[in-house]
């Protein structure tokens, strides 16, 4: 009988009938009336019955098919209980009638049950429209295809019509459960055919891919479950009966798998108890959604029939060692193992067996064998027994979990050793997390147990139970209090429990009754009384005599259960729990406890039969309540053998953080973070510690961002163990991966918010604004630091007024509301920050940042956010700075005038000219809590120029927004005096901030023409340009003067300058031809005013200028630049009267150069700032004497044009001046070409080869740095341009060292292409390029790594217009090999593509030379390098003489084909060294076609261990042009044996590829096994 399928063909024959054009005549039933019980027809076509021709199709067949099923199930119902029945043997049962009901069973399973409680029954259904015979067959099954899922517009009618004939089938569930009972009874006792084993095991195997559908009846999951238990238990009963099928089984569960359902919602369905690994497991899902039950929670079916079948396998254990086990008789049983009495040989052979086919379907590549499917079915598997392996039930769970972790750890350790092409990436992903949820399991294990143990007697003589307490106590384990309900008195310790927590009601209530903990207590003793050695010297108690007293409460307790309900589960686990027992008493040591080992044994062996269950039985008098045995399962677990491997699985990871394999370091971070989260107190162990620390300077920057997650959430879950990793953190800032260096920030910002006394905030602020700070750090991490300072300093949510909405009242000079206390706080933290970092540029640049944006990445996606941060911040300002004001009032109030006092000073003041730069009008108001320091007597001698600088440069920016009233008060007092007796008083750097705060007042807008300021700034410049006067003819070395002199000069020099910077004349906009002859010296001093003072200060500029002495020079450079910056166009004087060509020159001293590259630099930068400010604009617009042809002559844009414009008239010097013997003088030309590049004011093309050049520049790693900074930059701009012009950038790093270093020993020329790695666990070596090729773009894109590879090749290949190469171009080359040789390569196809190349040039060239030497010699043409010659014999022998063999004549030829020679000599060895470094074979090398696909197992590659490349080229002619025979022999003889060995290389014999080339090519690009075989092994990264 096929209800489904044959009401699927009525269904075919009504959807025919109604979409058919030709309506018919004849009558046509529904699925309702064919399953009706009542035969009768009265459709709109009426007909007798019969008439249908179909007895199947007639109305009321179905009910008659249905009762035919019924009939069925019943008869098999009875044969079975008779089959089954005690005492009937088994002869009289025929094979017919038993294979009878095997196919009942097997078809009802199959063709009813599923498809009924699945609703799948009209899946793969196709209603034929045409054709003739019965509905059956044009009910046609359509083939499943992956692409399309819907097979028949008609799909929901037939599902929604099928609902007729699943209702009938789902009523049958009870019978046929009561079937399957009855078919595991007979299993158990009686011998079946093999074929009906396996069908029978088959169909209710099938069972567990039911996904039960509650559209077709609403306790579907019910019914389910109610089949799914039943044939579990039938499918255990068959393991156990029959060994020799066991293999089978298991074999058969894994294509199961595939099958099962997946979704969320009815993958976990078999309900099991809450146990106390529920709230460990958040990750696991929780069953169906339609569960309110609070105390159970949902597995997955497979998992529990694993599990069955693991317990069913175990056998009653031997009471003695010489007893042969019960079972082990059977020789075909290969489960059994002889030298095992425990009767666990066959459990353990069943986990090796299942977690061998699992992890091996799971570790196969691509899509092979559903691997693919599998591993989340590992995942899912893992999540399962976690679950339950605290329960009881379940014990198996613990053992298969140690027989997944062992052979997990096993194959993670063999990955580590493999070759990266065995490997499977995405298996090792999926055993690491598995390996990793095992063992931050097992490590939650322990820590439970360690922070919650049983408190058990350590002692035989129990203490006296304590008096009743005159108090009621409640020591219910629920935690709730004395409620209203019915609780129990415990009758020894008299603490009080709820009832329904124990499980007692008011009618239950025994005649003694005792807690958990009485029980476990009274218990103890009892049992140690019992079974205590004779011998014993002592009462103490142990631990493990306390495990076995907790194995037999969880026996009772189990024994009790299976009595109670019969289930099958709680006997098997039972037996296993005794088992286990025995096994573990048999691995006991005699003196590990005080029990007598043997006669527990025996005692636990006595228990294996378990008892009749009798009525009316009551629980033992030794039980425990739920809680009290998951107690005791979690001390047991915590005992188990999976337990004590925690630190053999803790060390697996550990090893594995170490390995070679960057993705297996990262995963076993990760993995160690899972265990982390769990138990926190790992991260104290030393060894953990010293492995993630490691980890923070792994090469990958995967690991290294693994590691700082690992680290973070640890300090976020201990965050008074935050300073034992704080210096690590503070590194990772600064990485190089934008991941690591985000993921840092982040964990810096968690610990700032939850820890405001973290002691080190003040580092970690200062690291976060620098990088803050830098312009090439990345904006997404700039925005995450501007976030967390915009969280920690400038939250608007932190400036609540409170819930009045208006501020507090307060006492004058204290901080009365949240938003002022808050402020408080925050600007002690700022200063804090500008104290120890020693400048306040950093925070400068973090507070203009957040108030204003940044240039760079301001249209991206995150602009609102950046605009909401700058308004909130922008709100707050005006707080802190009131906060840092009082805050330097307090200062002063409390100050105790030490030696650090000056320091502190300075750095409140350098905060709060943080907000005068960005805010001057918010200064204003405390302008007179400022001016007093401009005394210089403030008590703190070292910093008194550094306080007087501050304020002044405040002053200076806030005198714009000063009222008429406002100027004239201050002026009128002590300031301008103030400010000019600084001048006289302190260095150049107080000097100048003073003079430029006088100047500003003095051009204030509503200063007086003769203004008070204006006065005594004419006064200071008359002062010291008279002095100036007076001296320049004194000496022409100040170096030989007075040091008073010399400092009298400086500062005149400085406060000059700075006169002429700061004041702006009336006519400051010079004429477009600035005439020299205005720069003259003003020997009257009384005509000198300040609008002539700056043409006559340049002429005495100019003429200490000339002054011998470099300080000299340099002071009136540094003062020149003050007229340079204020009046552009004195530049163009300076041009035409050749002091920039003097001052740069060679003549120039070093001292000199620097400083007028400095002063280049002010001016460029002074520039921009005046036109992105819009300063320039407005201040000629201000100027209402100057004419309109003058504004457009003197149009700021243009006047800010002049100085670079004359720089890029020296760009030439410019770049010699890269190649200066002094190291401060490259640095300072490389950050002046910085500036002109930014600017766009020279040619990036012209300038990137000077770049590269100084990256040989490795006795000055910051100049290095630096030029880098500048190529990643052009790099990102113009990715092809540095791979154009690296061949450029090779040769002048070449000639840099070559003319910048030399060796003292010999004078020759030291240059070298390798320096010492900077960054990195491991020493060794990299090329001065290393850094380029990794921060560019060029690293990730094979076509630019190709031509820059082929670049550097082209410099070895031979100018065809020439006849012989340079000599003098051979060091070169040397130099270009070891670049090559030693670039980071991160895939195969980078030295193949150099050895494919190699090979072609010397190839082409190579032959050419060996046939010239052969012409030149005199050897054979045809074969020129067969064999040794006679040159290099006697070479080898050192007898060697060129007059012997007559060629001196031959000297000048043989001298120039040994050029040729060492051109291409570099090439063989190093196609030499990169084959045996990269491990590259033969057969990969000689297959390589450079236009071919990267192999995804060929990247990653790392060098292997070795010596770096180097090559020497040895001088082939000497100084006056003669050849030197010695060294040009020798290159002779290496020449003709390397060719040699290159053209045995060469040779491969490979028919296949010759006589089906194309087969070949296609076979490699499917990458089959050949291919795979015939790569080379690499070193992973």
Known sequence: VDLVGEGLGVIAKTVKAESSPEKTSRPVITIHQWMMQVAKYSGPNAAPLGSLGDSKLEPGAGFNRLQILLCGLEASNILLSIMASPGIDRRVVEDDTLEACVTLIKNHIQKHLIPALSNTGHVGVSMATSGNGSGGEEAERTPKSKKSRSVSPNRGVVAKSLKAVYSPILSTVGQFGTMIERADAFVACNEMDDSLLFTLSGAALSTLTIDASPIVRADAASLASIIQVSSMDLIAAIFRRYPRHRSIIVEDVFPLMLKLPASKKSLRTFLVKKSAAS?????????????????????????????????????????????????????????????????????????????????????????????????????????????????????????????????????????????????????????????????????????????????????????????????????????????????????????????????ITKDTVPDIWLCDDCTLQTTVVEQAKVFARGSRDSDSLTSTDHNHVLRQLLLSYLSWTAQASHSQIAERAREFLIASWVKQLESSEENLGSFDLGLVRNFAISQWTLPTPQPNQQRPRAHLTDDGNQRIMTSLVASSELCFSFNRLLGVILRLMGDKLASLRKLSVKAILQVVNIDPALMTQPTVRKEVSRCFHDESISVREAAVSLVGDYIIQSPNLAAAFHAPLLERIVDKGISVRKRAVRIFRDVLLSNPTYEGRVAACHAMMQRAADRKEDDGVRDLIHETFHTLWFNSKAFDMGTTGSPAKSKPGQMGTKAELYCKEVSAQMVEVVRVSGSNEVLSTLVKGLLFGFAEGDKDKKNVERKKRQEDSHSQCKLLVKALIELLLSFEDTREHKEDDGKQLVAILATLGVFAQTFPELVVPHVDTLVPYLKGDNGVKRYEAAVVSQVSSMISGASSHFGSGELNRLTSGELPTDLVNICYKFPSEAVTSAVEALAKLANHPDAASDSIQEKKLLKLATQFYSYLLKTKDVTNDFSSMKKSVRDNVRRALAALGSICRFYECAGAADDHTLDSSVFVIETDVAKLQLDNLSNAAFALFLQYLSKEDESTKCLSLRAMNGVFISRPRVVLVAEQMGIITSVIGDEAPPSVQIESLRCWRDILISEEKRIDSGAAKAKMEAQKNVTLSKRIGGDQDGDSTISGSVLTKHSERLYALTLSKDEKV????????????????????????????????????????????????????????????????????????????????????????????????????????????????????????????????????????????????????????????????????????????????????????????????????????????????????????????????????????????????????????????????????????????????????????????????????????????????????????????????????????????????KRKRGGSDQVVEESPKVSPE
């Open 279 to 503: 709230s460990r497991a958040g990750d696991v899902a929780r069953g169906p959604p339609t569960s309110n039950v609070d105390d159970h929670d949902y597995i997955q079916p497979i998992c529990a029939l694993t599990l069955l079948l693991i317990q069913s396998c175990v056998v009653m254990p031997s009471q003695d060692d010489d007893e042969q086990m019960e079972g082990a008789e059977d020789s075909n049983d290969s489960w059994a193992l002889k030298d095992d009495h425990s009767g666990l040989q066959g459990c353990v052979a069943v986990c090796n067996q299942f977690t061998s086919q699992m992890l091996q379907r799971c570790a196969r590549k691509g899509e092979e064998g559903g691997a693919s499917e599998f591993r989340p079915i590992l995942s899912n598997l893992i999540d399962d027994l976690l679950l339950v392996r605290h329960l009881p039930e379940y014990p198996a769970a613990g053992m298969l979990l140690l027989y997944l972790s062992h052979r997990l750890g096993s194959d993670l350790l063999r990955a580590s050793s493999a070759a990266k092409n065995q490997v499977e990436a995405t298996y090792l992903a999926t055993a690491m997390d598995a390996f990793g949820k095992i063992t931050s399991a097992v490590a939650g294990s322990l820590q439970r147990n360690r922070e919650n143990p049983f408190k058990l007697p350590e002692s035989m003589n129990l203490c006296a139970p304590s008096p009743e307490p005159t108090e009621e106590i409640n020591r219910c384990f629920c935690g709730r209090g004395n409620l209203d309900t019915f609780m129990v008195d415990c009758d020894r310790c008299h603490s009080w429990h709820h009832g329904s927590c124990v499980g």
């Open 1226 to 1561: 490259r640095h300072m030309i490389i950050d002046l070409i910085g500036h002109l590049l930014r600017q766009g004011l020279i040619n990036p093309m012209e300038t990137v080869p000077h770049l590269l050049a100084v990256q040989g520049d490795v006795k000055c790693p910051s100049t290095r740095a630096l030029a880098l900074k500048l190529l990643q930059t052009e790099g990102e701009k113009r990715p092809d341009m540095l791979r154009q012009r690296i061949c450029a950038g090779i040769k002048q790093a070449f000639h840099f060292q070559r003319n910048v270093y030399s060796d003292s020993t010999n004078g020759s020329a030291k240059v070298t292409a390798l320096i010492a790695k900077s960054d990195g666990p491991k020493d060794g070596w990299e090329t001065i390029f290393d850094a380029v090729i990794k921060e560019s773009a060029i690293r990730n894109k094979k076509a630019q790594r190709q031509g820059l590879l082929k670049g550097i090749i082209s410099l070895f290949e031979k100018d065809p217009d020439v006849k012989y190469s340079n000599a003098d171009q051979l060091p070169m080359l040397a130099f270009a090999s070891e670049i090559l040789g030693n670039l980071p390569y991160t895939s195969l196809s980078d030295p193949l593509f150099i050895v494919y190349h190699s090979s072609c040039i010397a190839a082409l060239d190579g032959q050419g030379v060996l046939t010239q030497f052969a012409e030149l010699l005199g050897g054979d043409v045809c074969d020129p390098n067969s064999e040794e010659d006679d040159i290099e014999k006697l070479s080898k022998q050192g007898k060697f003489d060129a007059a012997q063999l007559g060629l001196e004549a031959k000297g000048a030829e043989f001298g120039q084909l040994c050029v040729e020679a060492a051109r291409i000599l570099p090439l063989l060895k190093l196609k030499q060294f990169l084959r045996k470094a990269y491990n590259i074979s033969e057969a990969r090398v000689t297959s390589y076609v450079p236009s071919e696909k990267e192999l995804i197992h060929e990247k990653g590659i790392s060098i292997s261990d070795g010596p770096p490349f180097s090559f020497t080229m040895k001088s082939i002619l000497d100084a006056d042009g003669s050849i030197n025979w010695s060294n040009s022999v020798k290159i002779y003889s290496s020449f003709r044996r390397m060719m040699r060995d290159a053209e045995a290389d060469d040779v491969h014999v490979d028919p296949e590829p010759t006589k089906s080339p194309k087969r070949t090519a």
